[in-house]
Nanobody, 124 residues
Framework: QVRLVESGGGLVQAGGSLRLSCAAV????????MGWFRQAPGKEREFVAS????????YYADSVKGRFTISRTSTNDQMYLQMNSLKPEDTAVYYC?????????????????WGQGTQVTVSS
C-alpha cells in the first residue's frame, strides 16, 4: 500500500510563494502520474496540476497556469508544487495524489491514492 505524505503548507500573504512537497512511501510500481488537488471551504475538490513520473510531462489547471510549477525528483521519490504569486482564492487544503494510469487530466473518482492534505492560507 502507498502512503502519501504532504508538507510545506502554511500562511502567506497575497503575492507570496510556498512550496509543497509530497513523498510516496511504499511505492512499488514504476509508471504512474502524480498530481495535486485542492479543496476550498464550501467548494468541490478540484484538480490543480499533474506530472507523469517517467517523462516529466506536466499539465495544469487554467487557474494556476503560469503561477504554479509541478516537478519531481526520482532520487528521493519526492514531488513538489512551487506556488508563486499566490492569491486569496488559492486558499484550500491541498492533496497529493497518485494515479496508476498515465492520465494527465486527473479526476477525483479515478485517482488511486490520496494524501492527508496540507492547509494553504493566503491572506489579502
Amino acid at each position: 500500500q502507498v502512503r502519501l505524505v504532504e508538507s510545506g503548507g502554511g500562511l502567506v500573504q497575497a503575492g507570496g510563494s510556498l512550496r509543497l512537497s509530497c513523498a510516496a512511501v511504499g511505492r512499488t510500481f514504476t509508471s504512474f502520474t502524480m498530481g495535486w488537488f485542492r479543496q476550498a471551504p464550501g467548494k468541490e475538490r478540484e484538480f490543480v496540476a499533474s506530472i507523469r513520473w517517467n517523462s516529466g510531462t506536466t499539465y495544469y489547471a487554467d487557474s494556476v497556469k503560469g503561477r504554479f510549477t509541478i516537478s519531481r525528483t526520482s532520487t528521493n521519490d519526492q514531488m513538489y508544487l512551487q506556488m508563486n504569486s499566490l492569491k486569496p482564492e488559492d486558499t484550500a487544503v491541498y492533496y497529493c495524489v497518485i494515479d496508476k494510469s498515465l492520465r494527465l487530466v486527473l479526476t477525483t473518482t479515478r485517482v488511486d491514492f490520496w494524501g492527508q492534505g496540507t492547509q494553504v492560507t493566503v491572506s489579502s
